[in-house]
Nanobody
Framework: QVQLAESGGGLVQAGGSLRLSCAASGRTFSRSVMGWFRQAPGKEREFVAGISWSGGSTSYADSVKGRFTISRDNAKNTVYLQMNSLKPEDTALYYC???????????????WGQGTQVTVSS
C-alpha cells in the first residue's frame, strides 16, 4: 500500500507559477514510477506527467510540455510538479499517483492521493 498526500495548490494569475508536492509513505518510494494527473470540472481525469523511479526518464502531456516539470527526491519520498506559464485551462484538481504506467492505450495508476486544487485566473 502507498499513501500519497498532495500540497501546494492555490489560486494564481495567468502566467504565474506554482509548485505541487506529493509526499509518499507506506512502501519503498524509490522504486515507484510516479505520475501527476488532473481533472477539470465536467471532464475526465487526464494524464499530466510521469517520472521513472530514478528520475532519469520523464513524460508529459502535449498540453503542458515545455511549461511543467516533474521531478522527485527519493531521499524525501517526494515528487514535485513545477508549473510555469499557467493558463486558465490548467485549472483543475491535481492528483499524485503511484505505479503509473502507459500501456499503449491508456495512462494508468494504482494509487492516488486526494488531490490539490489549482485555479488559474485570467
Amino acid at each position: 500500500q502507498v499513501q500519497l498526500a498532495e500540497s501546494g495548490g492555490g489560486l494564481v494569475q495567468a502566467g504565474g507559477s506554482l509548485r505541487l508536492s506529493c509526499a509518499a509513505s507506506g512502501r519503498t518510494f524509490s522504486r515507484s514510477v510516479m505520475g501527476w494527473f488532473r481533472q477539470a470540472p465536467g471532464k475526465e481525469r487526464e494524464f499530466v506527467a510521469g517520472i521513472s523511479w530514478s528520475g532519469g526518464s520523464t513524460s508529459y502531456a502535449d498540453s503542458v510540455k515545455g511549461r511543467f516539470t516533474i521531478s522527485r527526491d527519493n531521499a524525501k519520498n517526494t515528487v514535485y510538479l513545477q508549473m510555469n506559464s499557467l493558463k486558465p485551462e490548467d485549472t483543475a484538481l491535481y492528483y499524485c499517483s503511484a505505479d503509473y504506467r502507459y500501456d499503449g492505450l491508456a495512462h494508468r495508476s494504482d494509487y492516488w492521493g486526494q488531490g490539490t486544487q489549482v485555479t488559474v485566473s485570467s
